[in-house]
């Protein structure tokens, strides 16, 4: 007997009246209207059946931390890093650890099951290091947390900062980070990306740097972070997150970079909520949008991911762990309005986020974990479009959160009734494919 059967759901692909079954954890069968005896069984109403939201960039430390000690007035990343450095002496182990819980529930309940968050290791006590740490432990039923060594005042900027993050490594943080166009100089950048980069060949770890995180069309972090992948026989294995100075470089240097990239197999990870917030800050008008160029990066065959980066904290004031919003603004901020594009909008919260991260047996083919989320939306357009509700969340096939269906009930004169906001009773266009 299966444990679990879930039938007449779409899947992100296309196909439609699909049954998924769950034996032991693992999705053993994907198959047109299959009957079987099970456990239970979920009748999907052929609503979109996906893999879980991955988070592939968070900064899980100082979420839902926003007005402490004070309110970002400029809205700068500069002051929002200024901001964290006035709270970090005030966090406490048992505050960090409870806010970073409430923003996991808060994850469950929006089908967010993976998680990549950069920890400051710029702090003697490595107190974030090891309340996060305490985190992943706690959440590791439910949620797949990856941690990242990140040295917020730079690696070679802050004293001790690199020896903070070789003992966070030691005691466990999985991901070696960086933030070279926060160091003193471009050369003292490139500087920290070789280091950074040779401590985690060093070490057999993955890299992800913030990278170029600024309006400024001549940093070229991004550049050496793509070389030294590729000296250092780090090919897949290395993440430019932010890299919105690619934004505003000039297109002849553009596209030399971006072969170079494809070449290194970097995976690119765009913040759009917090890179359309922060960036072009010092612009009158015309004012950058400051997100890189993802649809070059994805024409190249580079993989890019879209994350959350902030929600509730120093940098970014809103947010609730929904990355159906992180992707409606990437969509939007990139102008990738056809079919084909949502599409990938919509893979940049999934499948693309899971490929940097390293997840093994994510997916929705047979063999892959049992990790899925129901959708109240006919496909991934429509997800998007109605940053739908997420009906049922499962891991390893068990259920871990459910929410009841939206519709609204009318009260227009003459005319009782209730508007559901998907398409069931619209024609979709097929999907282009
Ligand atoms: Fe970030």
């Known amino acids: 007997m299966l444990d679990l059967l879930i ?3 779409t899947l992100p692909d296309g196909r439609q009246g699909m049954s998924v079954a769950v034996q032991d954890d693992k999705i053993v069968e994907v198959s047109p209207d299959l009957q079987a005896p099970a456990q239970h069984t ?4 052929g609503y979109l059946l996906s893999p879980p939201f991955v988070d592939a960039h968070f900064h899980m430390d100082a979420t839902l931390s926003y007005g402490l000690p004070r309110v970002n007035q ?16 005030l966090l406490t182990a048992d505050a960090l650890i409870e806010r970073a819980l409430a923003y996991c529930d808060w994850a469950v309940a929006k089908g967010l099951l993976a998680i990549r968050t950069h920890v400051d290791v710029c702090d003697e006590r490595l107190l974030a290091v090891d309340a996060l740490l305490e985190v992943k432990r706690q959440v590791a039923p439910y949620i797949d947390l990856q941690l990242v060594a990140f040295p917020q005042d730079g690696v070679l900027r802050a004293p001790g900062a690199l020896a903070n993050l070789k003992r966070a490594l030691d005691q466990g943080v999985d991901v070696v980070g ?6 003193r100089t471009m050369a003292d950048g490139a500087a920290s990306v070789k280091l ?19 309006d400024d069309p001549l940093s070229r972090h991004v550049e050496t972070l793509a070389f030294e992948a590729q000296r250092l026989g780090l090919q897949g294995r290395v993440t430019g997150s932010h890299l919105t100075s690619m934004h505003s470089m000039d297109n002849y240097y553009a596209s030399k970079l971006i072969a170079l990239m494809a070449e290194s197999q970097l995976h690119a990870v765009a913040n759009p909520l917090i890179n359309i917030t922060l960036q072009g800050r010092h612009d009158t008008y015309p004012k950058r949008r400051g997100m890189t160029r993802v649809p070059e990066l994805l024409a190249a065959g580079i993989n890019v991911a879209f994350g959350h980066d ?26 990738m309005t056809s079919q084909s594009a949502m599409r990938q909008c919509f893979d940049a ?10 997840l093994e047996n994510y997916g929705l083919q047979v063999g892959c974990h049992a990790d899925f989320v129901l959708l109240q939306a006919r496909d991934p357009i429509e997800a998007l479009r109605l940053r739908a509700t997420r009906l049922k969340v499962f891991k390893r096939g068990r259920l871990l959160a459910e929410s009841p269906a939206s519709a609204s009930q009318l009260h227009l004169a003459g005319r009782p009734g209730q508007t559901d906001w998907t398409s069931n009773n619209a024609p979709l266009i097929s999907p282009s494919r």
């Open 178 to 183: 960086g933030i070279p166009h926060f160091e």
């Open 349 to 358: 919260v999934t499948v693309n986020a899971a490929r940097v991260m390293g």
């Open 196 to 214: 950074l980069c040779e401590l985690a060949a060093e070490r057999g770890l993955q890299v992800d740097m913030h990278c170029d995180e600024s």
């Open 74 to 89: 400029s809205g700068t990343l500069l002051e929002g890093i200024a901001l964290w450095g006035e709270l970090k002496p």
């Open 7 to 9: 039938q007449n759901a």
């Open 310 to 335: 902030c929600v509730m904290d120093p940098w970014y004031s809103l947010g609730s762990g929904d990355m159906l919003e992180v992707a409606h603004m990437g969509l939007h901020v990139a102008q």
């Open 42 to 45: 979920l009748d999907a109403q």
